[in-house]
Every structure is written in C-alpha cells, then in structure tokens.
C-alpha cells in the first residue's frame, strides 16, 4: 500500500512568490510591495536562489521582478530556462528605445507621476521620425500597432481607460518603469547602433 503524505503547507512569501513568478511587482502594489521589501525579501531571495532564479528589487524605482542569469554563468548554465529572452526586431527596438528616452525625460519634467501616458497618436508622432519607409501610411499604421502590442505584451506598455475608443489616435498607454531595467545605457548604446545601421544601409 502507496504511503500518502500530506501536502506541506506554504510558506507565508508564497502569494508573492507567484507574483513574481507572473511578472512585476510596482510599489503602488501597497500590500505586496510592502510586504516584500520589509518582511519577505530575503527569505524570497534565498527561495528564488535554489531554483537558480534572482530577485532584483529596485526600491529607488520602486519595482521587483525575477530575473535568470545568463547562460553563460557556469553555476545555472545546466538549468532549463524558465524564462523567455527577449529579442527585439527593428521596430521594437525603435519603439523601445523611444520609450525609453521618453521615461527619462518624464522623470525630470513631472514630478507628481513617475509614468508617463501616451496616446497612440503620440507614439505614432514619436516613432514616425525614425521608421523605415513603407509603402503606404496605411501599412504604416498597421505595423505600430502591432509593434505597439507586442511591446504591451513584453510589459513595457499597459493600456488606459477604454481599451477600444471610437477614435484609435486616442488610446491611451502607461509607459511602464520596468523599461529601464531591460533597457540600460549599454543597452540602449547598442540599440541605437542597430537602428542607425539599419536605416542607413
């Protein structure tokens, strides 16, 4: 006969353990934040280091997040990888490094919100200056908006109020902090540089 045992109860870090697990924890998150950088944060980040993840808490932007080391660090090179790397065409690269440069630019114009909120049309002005040249406007148009979305799905954008307006130019978008982990000045150097070549060959 099959001994059962009984399933181990969680630790008390388990509910934000599966946040983070699903994607970013921001300050404005009061409970989980709170709870994460003043009780649970090493306990997490001894639990995350097992399964060769790490915890990044970022209290200056006020974000946490996980992220796997590369595959080149001899200590988890043998382990799966539990989370997707990123790989960004041509737009996408544009559009983030936009983003990008738009964060920094609202940090030291608006102090009362730490993201700044697009409209499409804004991001539509935006990126225009610097896309490569298609067909039409139409095909234009057919292509941010997918790059839009795909960025929005990479948790870099997130939508605000009605999700369809009458009018697409006014859908509004939250240019999300976490941008500036994935993206730093050496990353943004090399962005650059990919766009520049791109669009001169």
């Not at 988890?76 to 737009?91: E, Q, V």
Request: with cysteine; hydrophobic share 40%.
């Amino acid at each position: 006969m099959q001994e059962q045992t009984t399933p181990q109860a969680p630790d008390n870090f388990a509910p934000i353990a599966i946040k983070l697990l699903q994607g970013v924890i921001y300050e404005e998150d009061t409970k989980n934040w709170q709870d994460l950088v003043k009780v649970h944060e090493l306990p997490l980040r001894r639990y995350f280091a097992q399964i060769g993840m790490e915890l990044i808490v970022d209290k200056v932007e006020g974000f946490a997040f996980l992220r796997q080391p590369k595959e080149d660090q001899e200590e988890t090179a043998h382990l799966p990888r539990l989370m997707r790397k990123r790989s960004l065409n041509f737009d996408q690269s544009v559009l983030c490094v936009l983003l990008r440069e738009r964060l920094d630019e609202h940090a030291i114009r608006d102090t009362a919100s730490r993201e700044p909120i697009m409209t499409l049309r804004d991001i539509r002005d935006m990126v225009e200056l610097f896309s490569r040249e298609r067909n039409t406007q139409q095909r234009f148009l057919k292509d941010l908006k997918k790059t839009v979305d795909d960025v929005k799905n990479m948790g870099f954008l997130e939508s605000v109020g009605q999700e369809v307006p009458d009018n697409d130019d006014e859908r509004r978008y939250r240019v999300r902090r976490i941008l500036k982990a994935f993206i730093d000045a050496d990353s943004m150097t090399q962005l650059l540089t990919n766009i520049i070549t791109s669009l001169t060959a």
